[in-house]
């Protein structure tokens, strides 16, 4: 009978503090860690951008640009990438201490490498708002590359970017968040080297346009999505776009 009270005294402690938190976690709500990886930890991640690609993305403004995208599950993020290729090692043990720091958990991943190179001569295709780098939008990653239906058209739980390296001498390039129904901004993110944010995963953003003198400016994105059973055997336990 006590166990019973225990368990249903815990069960109530548990879900409070979790409709706590959900209430919290707003579209202004913002993560930020400062220094977050060592100086080895960015020597072995700028490694990797070796296997980096030019970018086949359309827009004009990521010509210049070099990416690499990965999908994976949590059991590939756990053990998997040991076995997958030395070479990643040290990125996929940065994207667990990314993963493993999250205020909201999940259990599927979309990783990207943006590499970006970049002059004051920008061009922005026509009805683009000319602030950002290219239209404001809500990641769907998954979507956008494996087919979606009304019962499965998944936004991430929380998105996370890390700035690798951003040029001394760079103008501009903040990250907001915008109001869906209005286009205000609500919260504007400067970025910094060695910065870390995590912010909803359902939020409306864009990149503020920047200019840097042909300089490079790296970041990685990590969308954390919590994909049900059995939608998550539709989504390939690791692949990798280049």
């Known amino acids: 009978m006590y166990l019973s009270i225990y368990k249903h005294i815990y069960i109530l402690l548990i879900l409070s503090l979790f409709l706590k938190y959900v209430f919290q976690f707003t579209h202004k709500t913002v993560y930020e860690y400062d220094s977050f990886l060592s100086t080895n930890e960015i020597i072995n991640l700028k490694k990797c951008l070796k296997r980096l690609k030019t970018n086949n993305l359309s827009e004009d403004n990521f010509k210049n640009s070099r990416s690499i995208v990965f999908y994976f599950n949590d059991h590939f993020l756990k053990n ?86 951003l040029p001394a001498n760079m103008k501009g390039g903040n990250l907001n968040i915008i109001d869906e129904q209005t286009g205000d901004i609500i919260k504007e993110i400067k970025g910094k080297h060695n910065r870390l944010i995590y912010f909803k995963g359902d939020a409306l953003h864009g990149v503020k346009r920047f200019y840097n003198n042909n300089s490079k400016r790296i970041s990685i994105v990590i969308e954390i999505y919590n994909v049900k059973w059995p939608e998550i055997k539709k989504l390939p336990y690791f692949n990798i776009e280049k």
């Open 80 to 165: 998997g990438f040991k076995l997958y290729d030395k070479f990643w090692i040290s990125y996929f043990e940065i994207v667990n201490k990314v993963v493993e720091l999250s205020p909201i958990k999940g259990n599927y991943y979309v990783s990207n490498i943006l590499e970006f190179t970049t002059s004051d001569k920008i061009t922005y295709n026509s009805g683009e708002d000319g602030r950002y780098i290219s239209q404001p939008h809500i990641d769907q990653t998954i979507c956008q590359h494996y087919k979606c239906s009304d019962d499965f058209y998944k936004t991430p739980e929380i998105v996370c970017v890390y700035y690798l390296k």
